[in-house]
């Protein structure tokens, strides 16, 4: 039965703006767990390459134990890790067709390429690598891992943030090993970490002005 008076009829205005909060709500499922994930690196990297510093006398106002850095370090690192696998997993439940694959595939890149990483690092040991050239080598070879997949990650999803993103930490992990060791580990923890966390924040308040445009 077709309306009468036109009162049933539906206003585009409301269409659009609801397809507006719709869409919203969607990019907030995402969002949210990517700006949580960020966060977790950006203070992992700034308090664990501060730390590796601090294990020298390097740092004016304290000095860490080399031990207690170097378990803290990985703690921080092994905790990212997690954390980011769980927060990626409940994200990726609701998700069907080629997202869930792009996800998955990305998601298994991360895992194999920090493998292959720390794969290599062990074959220049065996090698004969020193460990004060060990201390260079790591750091950069994960920023250089690390600067890729977010290449990758900003080509797939046509992120420009995500790629700009990746070129930096990538010019990161280049310029640290030039300050030596433990100066690269406070180029790490300035540069990368604090990289991470602008980057969180921005991500942040553009999701705050964007819900906020929604709502209005």
Known sequence: MEPT???????????????ERQASRVDDIFTRPTIAIVYIW????????????SASDENPWFTTPPTVAGWLFGILMVGGI??????????????????QVQGTMYGIAWAIGCTAAA??????????????LAAIFY??????????????????WR???????????????????FFGSPGNALIMAIAGGGGFLVYAT??????????HRSAA
């Open 5 to 19: 008076d036109g009162s049933d009829a539906l206003d585009p205005a409301a269409m659009l703006a609801l397809q």
């Open 159 to 177: 992120d420009r943030l995500m790629y700009g993103m990746g070129i930096w930490i990538i010019v990161v992990g280049m310029a640290a090993p």
């Open 82 to 99: 997690v954390s980011s696998s769980i927060i990626g997993s409940r994200v990726s439940r609701g998700i069907q067709g080629a997202q």
């Open 202 to 211: 921005f991500l942040e308040a553009t999701r705050r002005r964007r819900a």
């Open 42 to 53: 950006g203070v992992a990297w700034t308090v664990g390459f501060l730390a590796l510093w």
């Open 119 to 132: 794969v290599f690092g062990g074959a220049l040991f065996a090698a004969g690598m020193a460990p004060a």
């Open 139 to 156: 750091p950069a070879i994960y920023s250089l891992v690390v600067g890729l997949l977010y290449l990758a990650g900003g080509a797939v």
